[in-house]
């Protein structure tokens, strides 16, 4: 049996870095989300918003045009860039250099979106989160891999982690696989589920905090936009993927009291990052 650190908040105080009270948005990191497609706008948006509410000090989002109006009016505090296609992501150009990117929520799998993912591997050197369509497609040219900046985050969930390792016939099998895929390939693969495990390189971390009530659409969406947002805010990014883990699952708990397991939705979690935080100062 490997040893598993638990995360829970002595581990998290250790990796926790207070505000500084003279920062200004400028030097609170500047995060780029890529993502989105027609009728999955609304899992880039989740992602931005809850970017910001990590406390990343600007945040711009790539999507298709589709996307525009929708993001500028459901959250106004982002910066959005235009794809040329309409419904989705076909070649992805921006002017500045980000601190961290997240790619993939709501992506789609369309094949100009595989060669918009192509071009941009082969040439991005930011830190990196990639989640959802961006873990599908290249679960489907595994040979892109070698492109990825060293420890680059995967937030899959369990169907997308059988996309990208196989299938596993035991819970230590499935432990065993992905620490194999996360040393091949220098990652820091996020394993998603009830309890979330960390693992980078053979050392596996398992997640304390979360509930049932984090089972509904776009919560994973969420977690995506915290992490990119930490890495952002120039956290390792093995201190990135355990906080923002760790808070996403505060958030829940924090909430249930409130709404119960069932209407429990995505922007609740988005609506408790503040109290996860303030929960850290006590
Ligand atoms: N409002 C939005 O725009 C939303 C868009 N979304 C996007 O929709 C696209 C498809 O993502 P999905 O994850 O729905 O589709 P996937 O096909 O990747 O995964 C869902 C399938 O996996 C199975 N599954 C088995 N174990 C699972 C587990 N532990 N957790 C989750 N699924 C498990 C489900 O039963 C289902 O068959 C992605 O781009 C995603 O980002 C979703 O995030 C939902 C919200
Ligand atoms: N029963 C559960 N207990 C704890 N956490 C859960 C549970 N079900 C789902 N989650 C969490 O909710 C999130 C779901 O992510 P994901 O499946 O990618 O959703 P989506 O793609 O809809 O955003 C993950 O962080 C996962 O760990
Ligand atoms: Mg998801």
């Known amino acids: 049996m490997r040893p598993i650190l638990p995360i829970n908040k002595s581990e998290i105080l250790k990796r ?16 780029l989300l890529i993502g989105g497609s027609y009728g999955k706008i609304g899992a880039i948006s989740l ?9 990343c000090g600007l945040v711009s989002v790539f999507v298709p045009r589709c996307g525009y109006k929708i993001i500028q009016t459901a959250v106004p505090e982002v910066m959005v860039l235009n794809d040329v296609s309409v419904k989705y992501i076909t070649r992805i150009v921006f002017d500045f250099v980000p601190n961290a990117i997240g790619i993939g929520p709501g992506m789609g799998q369309d094949i100009e979106t595989h060669t918009a993912l192509h071009r941009f591997v ?8 990639i989640d959802a369509d961006g873990l599908n497609i290249l679960s489907q040219n595994k040979q892109w891999l070698t492109f990825l900046p060293e420890k680059t985050i995967f937030t899959p969930h369990q169907k997308e982690l059988e996309r990208l390792i196989g299938q596993w016939d035991s819970i230590a099998d499935k432990i065993e696989k992905t620490i194999a895929f996360s040393k091949q390939n220098n990652l820091i ?3 998603k589920g009830a ?3 960390i693992i980078d390189g053979d050392t596996i971390y398992e997640n304390t905090t979360g509930n049932a009530a984090l089972a509904t659409a776009g919560t994973g969406d969420v977690l ?8 952002a805010q120039s956290y390792d990014p093995i201190d990135a993927a355990i906080l ?22 995505a922007s609740d979690c988005i609506a408790n990052i503040g109290k996860a935080y303030l929960s850290l100062e006590k």
């Open 224 to 231: 995506t936009g915290m992490i990119t947002s930490l890495l």
């Open 244 to 265: 923002g883990v760790y808070l996403h699952g505060l958030t829940a708990d924090i909430a249930l009291p409130e709404t119960g397991y069932q209407s429990f939705i």
């Open 16 to 31: 926790y870095k207070p505000i500084n009270p003279n920062t200004h948005k400028g030097i609170q990191g500047h995060a």
């Open 189 to 191: 693969m996020v394993m």
């Open 122 to 129: 082969k040439t991005n050197k930011v830190p990196l989160v």
């Open 47 to 55: 992602a931005s918003k809850a970017c910001l509410k990590t406390g």
């Open 195 to 197: 309890p979330t495990f």
